[in-house]
C-alpha cells in the first residue's frame, strides 16, 4: 500500500481526496495560483513544517545522505549558497555540531550566502560570494581547515528558457566544484543539484577525475515533474 512520507496510507477503502484546492484570485497570475496549491497538496512541505524545517529541500539532503552516508559525527561541511538553511539544520544534526550525542566526534557546519541567512543553531552563517578572490582560503580559515563536505542546493534566477536555465546551473555547479578542489580534504564528498538536459557531460567528466566515485540521483523528495537531479561525487583525490 502507498504511503506518503510521513507514513500514512494513500489508498484504501472509503477514503477520500484531501486535496486543497485554491480559488484565483484578481492579480493573481495562473501560475502562481498553481504554485501555491502544489505548495499545499505537497507531504513534504507538511512534514517540513511539522519537523521544524525551513523548506521542502531538507529532505533532498536527507535522503542523499541516507545512501551515501557523507554526513557523518566530526566531519567539517561547507554549504554554498546555504539560504534559507535548511541543508544547514540537516547538517548540524547529522555531523553533531551541537555536541549532544555523547561519546561522538563534534563537527563543524559552515554556510555562506549572497544574501543574509537567518542564523541556524550548531551552524556558522557567513555572508560571502564564494567566487569571489580569496574565498577559499577565507573559508578554510573559518573552518580551522579543509573540509569533508561540500554541498550545494543552489540554482540560478530562472529566465523562464529551458536550455538557458540549464547552461546556467551547469555553469553555477561547475564553479562550486572548482571551489570544491580547493577546499576538500583528500577522500571529501561534493555534492551539487544540477538540472538535466544535456550539457553536463563536461562536469561528469571533470567530477570523474577528481574523485573516486560519481553518482547522478533524483532522491524522491525531488518532484518529478522537476527536470532537477544530484550528483554525489565522493573520494576527492586531493
Known amino acids: 500500500?502507498?504511503?506518503?512520507?510521513?507514513?500514512?496510507?494513500?489508498?484504501?477503502?472509503?477514503?477520500?481526496?484531501?486535496k486543497v484546492k485554491v480559488k484565483s484570485a484578481r492579480g493573481r497570475k495562473l501560475s502562481s495560483t498553481r504554485w501555491l496549491q502544489r505548495q499545499l497538496n505537497?507531504?513534504?512541505?507538511?512534514?517540513?513544517?511539522?519537523?521544524?524545517?525551513?523548506?521542502?529541500?531538507?529532505?533532498?539532503?536527507?535522503?542523499?545522505?541516507?545512501?551515501?552516508?557523507?554526513?557523518v559525527p566530526g566531519a567539517r561541511v561547507v554549504d554554498l549558497g546555504c539560504a534559507p538553511g535548511g541543508w544547514l539544520q540537516v547538517a548540524v544534526k547529522r555531523v553533531n555540531a551541537l555536541g549532544e550525542r555523547s561519546g561522538k566526534r563534534?563537527?563543524?557546519v559552515l554556510g555562506v550566502d549572497l544574501q543574509e541567512v537567518e542564523p541556524?543553531?550548531?551552524?556558522?552563517?557567513?555572508?560571502?560570494?564564494?567566487?569571489?578572490?580569496g574565498a577559499d582560503d577565507q573559508v578554510k580559515?573559518?573552518?580551522?581547515?579543509?573540509?569533508?563536505?561540500?554541498?550545494?542546493?543552489?540554482?540560478?534566477?530562472?529566465?523562464?528558457h529551458k536550455q538557458t536555465d540549464h547552461l546556467r546551473i551547469i555553469s553555477l555547479c561547475e564553479a562550486a566544484a572548482y571551489f570544491s578542489f580547493d577546499v576538500l580534504e583528500e577522500g571529501g564528498t561534493f555534492v551539487a543539484?544540477?538540472?538535466?538536459?544535456?550539457?553536463?557531460?563536461?562536469?561528469?567528466?571533470?567530477?570523474?577525475?577528481k574523485f573516486t566515485k560519481v553518482a547522478n540521483v533524483k532522491p524522491p523528495s525531488s518532484r518529478s515533474d522537476s527536470s532537477e537531479k544530484f550528483v554525489v561525487a565522493t573520494g576527492f583525490r586531493g
Not at 541556524?120 to 578572490?133: C, I, K, P, R, S
Not at 543539484?193 to 577525475?209: I, N, R, S, Y
Request: glycine share 12%; aromatic share 6%; net charge neutral.
Open 42 to 71: 505537497d507531504p513534504y512541505v507538511k512534514r517540513a513544517q511539522a519537523e521544524g524545517y525551513r523548506g521542502r529541500a531538507a529532505f533532498k539532503i536527507l535522503e542523499l545522505d541516507e545512501k551515501f552516508r557523507f554526513l
Open 120 to 133: 541556524v543553531a550548531g551552524a556558522e552563517v557567513h555572508q560571502l560570494d564564494f567566487m569571489d578572490e
Open 193 to 209: 543539484k544540477v538540472l538535466a538536459g544535456g550539457a553536463e557531460g563536461d562536469l561528469q567528466k571533470l567530477l570523474k577525475q
Open 106 to 108: 563534534i563537527g563543524t
Open 1 to 18: 500500500m502507498a504511503k506518503t512520507p510521513d507514513g500514512k496510507n494513500t489508498s484504501g477503502r472509503g477514503q477520500r481526496d484531501l
Open 141 to 160: 580559515e573559518w573552518l580551522g581547515g579543509k573540509a569533508d563536505v561540500v554541498m550545494s542546493d543552489m540554482a540560478a534566477a530562472s529566465s523562464g
